[in-house]
Nanobody, 119 residues
């Protein structure tokens, strides 16, 4: 069974940086495209970063472009989100998500990790 486990969340001051990790178990991560989503308090879940299989392409919404980067290490079955110049509005629960490139109906979510940006 495929499982995702996020780590690295916490409290950070505005302008600070934080890196999140997502460990994939139960299958090889290189079979999947990967994304990070976030859900701020009382709001809908939104996508904040996507990386294609093998890492050849990445996309970001305007709200985080230039501040967030996404990377992957398929040898270690890991997906990362690096966040710089954090703002209070980045406060949210962050989720790792993967979807199979061979069957789009096969996808998995992590449990989420809390990121709080506050002074």
């Amino acid at each position: 069974q495929v499982q995702l486990e996020e780590s690295g969340g916490g409290l950070v001051q505005p302008g600070g940086s934080l890196s999140l990790s997502c460990a994939v178990s139960g299958d090889t991560s290189k079979k999947y495209a990967a994304s990070w989503y976030r859900q701020p308090p009382g709001q809908e879940r939104e996508q904040v970063a996507t990386i294609t299989r093998l890492g050849v392409g990445t996309t970001f919404p305007e709200a985080v472009k230039g501040r967030f980067t996404i990377s992957r290490d398929d040898a270690a079955n890991m997906i990362y989100l690096h966040m710089n110049n954090l703002k209070p509005e980045d406060t949210a629960v962050y989720y790792c998500y993967i979807r199979s490139i061979f069957d789009l109906q096969v996808d998995y979510w992590g449990q989420g990790t809390q990121v709080t940006v506050s002074s």
